[in-house]
């Protein structure tokens, strides 16, 4: 077995990273306090669901990414999701909730998720688990968790935007995205001038690379850069998206 992808010198620790999850759970649990049961049950940005149905997703992924973490200090094989098909009929039954209780589970389980993380003992940060459609070290489960936490208050549709996302927290979010998504060569510059390649490997892109492959090459603020990457803004917002302004 290949060794995991690890934090390494592109990412944070993952006590500064926990620290950003703690900081944008607080932000979004206080946006979405006033949202009443008929805000919840609203069409959110995200198409198919309301925003009750990414309340559920946010919580069942907390207490996921809680017993993966259980399940390493146990030794024991380790899964963020049982099954796809759990995964997917606990966020629909999650989504019934009434407003109160959605509120109340989203902080329920980020506590519970903050409690699983103080109890994991810093070497086995570098054990291997299965992140999306890699083998990662368990250091870089934060920054799944900061992703999720940040890209969905953006689906919420409450008043907070890519706009609202720290430049190097986008930086450390395009780099994990690029980890767990296979695309062809790629090359990202922020506006402040830093330089973040992804892709370009036979194992990144669904299409053959080979040494005459001409990277693509996006330039914009990393927080747009960012929401284009997941789907989420406008491909005007970046240069050099193309004219079908499609996501890798």
């Known amino acids: 077995m290949s060794a995991p992808d690890s934090p390494g010198t592109e990412f944070p620790g993952p006590d500064i990273v926990r620290h950003r999850v703690q900081e944008a759970t607080q932000r979004l649990l206080g946006d979405t306090i006033s949202l009443s049961d008929e805000d919840w049950q609203a069409p959110s940005a995200l198409p198919g669901w309301t925003r009750a149905h990414i309340a559920s997703h946010l919580a069942r992924n907390a207490e996921g990414l809680a017993g993966l973490l259980e399940q390493v200090r146990a030794g024991e094989p380790a899964a963020v999701y049982d099954s796809a098909d759990a995964r997917d009929l606990a966020i629909e039954r999650g989504s019934e909730r009434s407003g109160l209780d959605l509120q109340i589970d989203l902080d329920t389980s980020a506590g519970q998720l903050a409690q699983a993380w103080s109890n994991v003992p810093a070497e086995l940060w570098q054990e291997e688990v299965t992140m999306g459609t890699r083998r990662v070290a368990l250091g870089l489960a934060p920054l799944a968790r900061l992703q999720e936490v940040l890209v969905h208050h953006v689906d919420l549709a409450c008043g907070f935007s890519f706009e609202d ?25 922020t506006d402040d001038g830093q330089t973040i390649v992804l892709g370009g490997t036979a194992d990144d892109s669904e299409q053959p690379v080979d040494d005459n492959d001409e990277p693509r090459r996006l330039v914009g603020h990393p927080a747009r850069l960012l929401g284009w990457l997941t789907g989420r803004v406008d491909a005007n917002a970046v240069q050099g998206a193309g004219p079908s302004g499609r996501p890798l």
């Open 165 to 189: 996302i720290r430049a190097d927290t986008a930086v450390w979010l395009l780099r994990w995205t690029g980890l767990q998504r296979r695309m062809p060569p790629t090359t990202l510059t």
